[in-house]
């Protein structure tokens, strides 16, 4: 990570404070990851790099972060969607996906089926709440130009004893939830991938009504943790000395540092 012949920036020189400070902890990467410690930490600097914001974190909360991504099964990426590392201040926050949600919520082993969508003004969509749920969801024939403007979202499973769950929002509501809940809500993600939080905001809610893994459960509490703008407390697998500090201050997070959320 050096340079030759040039004098190192001060984002540079922290890039490599950064890499040395997650090698030192290369062993406990391996034991979450699998020997895919070297990978992980090219991961999480290459997640600095691009993010700004994220050099301004306690380093010890980025590898605190990054050691939970792997007790969760998720990846910290752009690339994958399964997770993010996110700057809220000082402090580096988890923030797993819509994807790695879905990942999680799969790896249960109680379902047969799972999955969330958007539903455009044009599709077939007819749902029923009650003791026999049930949704059924056509695409308008065409590009999502024919579809139309997005109305609603769903998350519905079918668990392997036959029993079903479903969670439809429409737009508005989503709205509603996110205004009433998420700091965050006026920048980022909220902003820009509308479609992906709302997706996400209803694996949430479906997740309360599913026989979920401990992973999923963790992840579901870090999602509301990061909404509600307060630090994050990691699973026991996660060193302490990589946990947030408790006295840490609720921070907005830096619009401009916000990654995509898919």
Same mark, same amino acid.
């Given at each position: 990570?050096?340079?030759?012949?040039?004098?190192?920036?001060?984002? *540079?020189?922290?890039?490599?404070?950064?890499?040395?400070?997650?090698?030192?902890?290369?062993? $406990?990467?391996?034991?979450?990851?699998?020997?895919?410690?070297?990978?992980?930490?090219?991961?999480?600097?290459?997640?600095?790099?691009?993010?700004?914001?994220?050099?301004?974190?306690?380093?010890? @909360?980025?590898?605190?972060?990054?050691? *939970?991504?792997?007790?969760?099964?998720?990846?910290? !990426? @752009?690339?994958?969607?399964?997770?993010?590392?996110?700057?809220?201040?000082?402090?580096?926050?988890?923030?797993?996906?819509?994807?790695?949600?879905?990942?999680?919520?799969?790896? !249960?082993?109680?379902? $047969?089926? %799972?999955?969330?969508?958007?539903?455009?003004?044009?599709?077939?969509?007819?749902?029923?709440?009650?003791?026999?749920?049930?949704?059924?969801?056509?695409?308008?024939?065409?590009?999502?130009?024919?579809?139309?403007? %997005? %109305?609603?979202?769903?998350?519905?499973?079918?668990?392997?004893?036959?029993?079903?769950?479903?969670?439809?929002?429409?737009?508005?509501?989503?709205?509603?939830?996110?205004?009433?809940?998420?700091?965050?809500?006026?920048?980022?993600?909220? *902003?820009?991938?509308?479609?992906?939080?709302?997706?996400?905001?209803?694996?949430?809610?479906?997740?309360?009504?599913?026989?979920?893994?401990?992973?999923?459960?963790?992840?579901?509490?870090?999602?509301?943790?990061?909404?509600?703008?307060i630090p994050q407390r990691f699973s026991p697998e996660v060193p302490l000395e990589l946990h947030p500090p408790v006295e840490a201050e609720e921070a907005q997070p830096a619009p401009a540092a916000e990654a995509p959320r898919k």
């Amino acid at each position: 990570m050096g340079t030759t012949g040039k004098q190192l920036t001060a984002d *540079q020189k922290t890039l490599i404070v950064f890499q040395d400070f997650l090698m030192k902890h290369k062993d $406990q990467f391996n034991m979450a990851y699998g020997q895919k410690a070297d990978r992980m930490v090219r991961i999480a600097l290459t997640a600095a790099a691009s993010t700004p914001a994220l050099l301004k974190c306690d380093v010890r @909360t980025v590898a605190g972060c990054v050691m *939970q991504a792997a007790f969760l099964g998720l990846e910290p !990426s @752009t690339v994958l969607g399964e997770a993010y590392l996110v700057p809220f201040g000082r402090t580096c926050q988890l923030v797993p996906g819509w994807r790695g949600l879905l990942k999680l919520v799969r790896n !249960s082993g109680e379902l $047969q089926t %799972v999955n969330a969508q958007e539903v455009h003004e044009h599709d077939f969509f007819e749902f029923e709440d009650g003791l026999d749920p049930y949704l059924r969801h056509k695409r308008a024939p065409g590009g999502l130009a024919q579809r139309g403007p %997005v %109305v609603a979202y769903w998350a519905g499973a079918v668990l392997k004893n036959g029993g079903k769950q479903i969670v439809v929002m429409t737009k508005e509501e989503v709205e509603a939830h996110a205004k009433k809940y998420s700091k965050a809500y006026g920048s980022g993600p909220w *902003q820009t991938e509308f479609d992906e939080m709302a997706k996400k905001t209803c694996l949430r809610k479906l997740c309360k009504y599913l026989p979920t893994s401990v992973q999923a459960q963790t992840a579901c509490a870090l999602l509301e943790q990061e909404e509600a703008g307060i630090p994050q407390r990691f699973s026991p697998e996660v060193p302490l000395e990589l946990h947030p500090p408790v006295e840490a201050e609720e921070a907005q997070p830096a619009p401009a540092a916000e990654a995509p959320r898919k």
